[in-house]
């Protein structure tokens, strides 16, 4: 995969409004490429499609390795049926699915196929794209909506993230994890040490 990147976007709820839930999917060179291919496939609305019996003004992708969170809590079977991508005429996209215990639509705000690709051609390799209310916020203020958002998250993904680097205890190679016996004092019950 060339140039990967996670692109976080701000989940709807109409039941809660919590700007916590959101999805996240990976994007890469042949990502940005499929949605190029497939905007092409949902021509313009016009005065001649608008008159004809069957106009297709939607394609709707399935998304299967999108990653849906509501706040902190994250499913592990994923949670959500009909994970996709809608690709709209007007250039657009937006993430759908249903949630599996509540069966509430899950959506977010449009956002421009075009603006997407712009940026991932951009913007440095690897950093991710918080996308809040159909606005790209990487670059909002910090006392904004969007960029408390974005500090949300940051602080979601060091509550949910798996380190990168081996824990404490397998870089203590001069201490052994198992306590060596040693020789108690009569009566008095024997007590492991890691020191």
């Known amino acids: 995969m060339a140039k990967p990147r996670p692109v976080i976007m701000q989940v709807v709820k109409r039941s809660s409004g919590s ?24 021509p313009p609305l016009g005065s001649l ?7 297709i003004d939607k394609v709707r992708v399935r998304v299967p390795n999108a990653i849906w969170r509501s706040g ?18 007007e250039g657009s996209f937006n993430c759908g699915g249903k949630d599996r215990k509540t069966r509430e639509k899950l959506v977010t705000y449009n956002f421009s196929i075009a603006r997407l690709l712009e ?9 991710v794209f918080y996308i809040r209310d159909g606005v790209f916020a990487n670059d909002e203020p910090a ?17 949910m993230r798996v380190p990168d680097a081996p824990s404490d205890f397998d870089t203590l190679h001069d201490l052994s994890l198992r306590p060596e016996p040693q020789p108690a004092a009569k009566g008095a019950p024997h007590r492991a040490s890691f020191y």
């Open 143 to 159: 006392e904004s909506p969007a960029g408390r958002w974005v500090a949300s998250m940051h602080e979601l993904e060091v509550v």
């Open 72 to 89: 902190n809590e994250i499913e592990a079977d994923g949670g959500v049926d009909g994970s996709c991508i809608v690709i709209a005429a």
């Open 49 to 55: 499609n608008k008159q004809r019996d069957l106009v």
């Open 19 to 42: 700007a916590t839930h959101h999805v996240e999917f990976l994007m890469d060179d042949n990502f940005a490429e499929r949605l190029r291919q497939l905007r092409s496939l949902v």
């Open 119 to 127: 940026l991932h051609a951009e913007r440095p390799e690897g950093e």
